[in-house]
């Protein structure tokens, strides 16, 4: 029974996997090209940065960023990547419960002989294996765009896997965060509304933490957690911020099991 829910759960999420995949390719091939057709003039673009106040490079975090380089151009690529990343690991962690009570199934299932955290357990199993899709996508895109775009220039490819390397993570935060906040509430009736809600939410308090050198807005945000910018400048993670979404993951996950144990399913009348 738990294989056929985890069967069920993956195969209605392949497509949507799938689909996100070829979108964030599409956003690295897109960047990678560009790289290649400015790189020749890319000391311009530059100066012309270099023209913006800076607290607006600040805030999107474009401040110290050397787009001459491959991997500097790729940092401010990275960040729209995340941003489709975030939005898809919501929207499954936003439907891994509701979808089925807005549609008046769950009580169907839960009238199956196995236990509530193990249908839940293949939920998330599934959901990890379509954002394990979608991340494999990326590292593939990445590397082979990368490298076929960067022309005379070289690049660390240690840096480039520290920096693919936090996709799972980054990842398990909206996927844990999305579960959690879904049960707390009492029907989530647009998981799209909700997953762009929480992404673009996150994106706006690391730009206001970058704006304000706020370490409050730093430590809630993934997206300052994960800052491209700040892995490739130091090729390192900033260490106490990837501890606080391990620990957001372990919580929200945690507390998903609990409300989703305790929770009264809606049944069709």
């Known amino acids: 029974m738990v294989a056929n829910v985890f069967l069920h759960e993956f195969r209605m999420k392949l497509k949507s996997a799938l689909g996100w995949s070829v979108a964030v390719a599409a956003v690295v091939f897109a960047f990678s090209a560009m790289f290649s057709t400015i790189s020749s003039q890319i000391g311009s673009v530059n100066d012309f940065l270099n023209n913006f106040p800076k607290e607006l490079l600040i805030a999107f975090g474009l401040n110290g960023v050397d787009l001459s380089t491959i991997l500097g151009f790729y940092s401010f690529m990275f960040l729209f990547a995340q941003l489709l990343l975030a939005i898809q690991a919501a929207s499954y962690g936003f439907g891994l419960v509701s979808v089925e009570e807005a549609e008046w199934t769950a009580d169907f299932l839960l009238t199956k ?11 998330l199993l599934a959901a990890f294996a379509g954002l394990t899709i979608t991340n494999a996508a990326t590292w593939v895109a990445s590397l082979t765009f990368l490298n076929l775009f960067k022309g005379s220039q070289s690049f660390d490819t240690g840096t480039l896997f520290l920096l693919l ?12 965060v999305g579960l959690g906040v879904s049960l707390l509430v009492k029907r989530v009736r647009s998981v799209i509304t909700y997953a762009l809600a929480l992404s673009f939410g996150m994106y706006v308090l690391a730009a206001f933490g970058n704006l304000l050198g706020s370490s409050i807005l730093e430590k809630i ?24 979404s391990v620990l957001v993951i372990v919580v929200s996950i945690a507390a998903g099991y609990m409300l989703y144990t305790r929770r009264d399913i809606p049944a069709v009348a």
């Open 113 to 123: 002989p196995v236990k509530r955290d193990r249908i839940l357990s293949s939920k």
């Open 165 to 176: 390397a936090s996709i799972v993570v980054f990842q398990l935060f909206f996927l844990g």
């Open 221 to 244: 945000s993934p997206f300052k957690h994960f800052d491209p910018v700040y892995i490739i400048g130091h090729n390192s993670y900033d260490a106490p911020l990837v501890v606080v």
